[in-house]
């Protein structure tokens, strides 16, 4: 934005769409800890907020504070993971939940600097939380926030593949400067990148700042870049990694080798995927060729 009086009216339009069209999301309450923020947010990552919902309301009642966590064995997180993907962040979250209860008495740390100390937390989810669970003003930018100041404020149809510092210097002089209005802004243009200014169908005649977006008033370029590809599944690695250990997660003990041989007959990619989840942490060989997965108890 080219002025301080048109920045202004970007935080309006904004802000007073999110007023009516936000979602009514259980970590988004005034009930809402920093510890189911936390989870919220690494849950998020990657992942739509329908699979998240469930799953992050049955690990609230499970384990409502970061002891609660930190008390269960590793493998009890990659369970109740169950098929949200990526689950190398249901152990990210464990070893958080164990540094937040020995380093900092069991309460989510309320400082990005703090935040940014514990495993498995970057930069992204040290500056959501810090915002949306202790109001710090700073500045949060996700995939949503990114196509969204891409199209907005620099007339591009997407983001660069990744961060640049131009962008992140345009996303931090966006920031509302009072700290309850910089929390609802880093908030509110995330959900307006995921309800309205989406990747494939932008919803341009529903947007609250159609009037003053460079893309659309230049006319809705196409993108220029490299071809944008969406993620394939069927008959990846992903998918082996995630039947492999949906057979570990739905077994009440150590899983044989031969339970692991069949799920697949592709013998090169079902062994590359076990190395691979070994190698993560997500499973743990133990001796005569059972698997489980990690912290369980071994059977005698």
């Not at 209860?101 to 069991?106: A, I, N, P, S």
């Not at 131009?166 to 400067?177: D, G, K, N, R, Y």
């Not at 150590?254 to 069949?262: D, K, L, M, Q, T």
Request: charged fraction near 25%; proline fraction near 7%; hydrophobic fraction near 40%.
């Amino acid at each position: 934005m080219s002025s301080r009086a048109a920045t202004e009216r970007l935080h309006e339009r904004v802000l007073e769409w999110y007023s009516t069209a936000a979602r009514d999301l259980p970590w988004r309450t005034d009930d809402a800890t920093p510890w189911g923020i936390f989870v919220s947010e690494v849950m998020l990552q990657q992942t739509p907020v329908a699979r998240v919902l469930p799953v992050w309301v049955e690990w609230m009642r499970r384990w409502p504070t970061p002891t609660d966590l930190a008390a269960q064995p590793p493998g009890e997180a990659v369970r109740a993971w169950g098929r949200l993907g990526y689950p190398r962040r249901a152990l990210r979250l464990h070893a958080a939940a164990v540094a937040i209860t020995e380093r900092f008495d069991g309460a989510v740390p309320s400082t990005e600097a703090e935040l940014s100390t514990l495993p498995g937390v970057g930069t992204y989810t040290a500056a959501a939380v810090a915002t949306f669970a202790f109001g710090e003003r700073t500045t949060v930018v996700d995939t949503n926030v990114r196509r969204v100041l891409a199209r907005a404020v620099t007339g591009d149809a997407y983001a660069a593949p990744s961060p640049t510092r131009a962008e992140l210097e345009t996303a931090a002089a966006l920031v509302p400067l009072e700290a309850d209005r910089a929390r609802t802004w880093s908030v509110a243009v995330m959900e307006l990148g995921a309800l309205v200014c989406s990747s494939r169908s932008p919803r341009c005649d529903a947007c609250p700042i159609r009037a003053l977006c460079a893309w659309r008033l230049a006319g809705s370029p196409a993108h220029e870049g490299p071809p944008r590809r969406g993620q394939a599944w069927e008959g990846t690695d992903r998918q082996m990694r995630g039947a492999l250990l949906r057979v570990l997660r739905e077994s009440d003990g150590p899983v044989s080798r031969e339970r692991i041989e069949a799920v697949s007959s592709l013998a090169l990619q079902r062994e590359r995927c076990l190395d691979s989840l070994v190698a993560d942490g997500l499973v743990e060989p133990l001796a005569r060729g059972f698997y489980q997965l990690p912290g369980a108890r071994e059977a005698s």
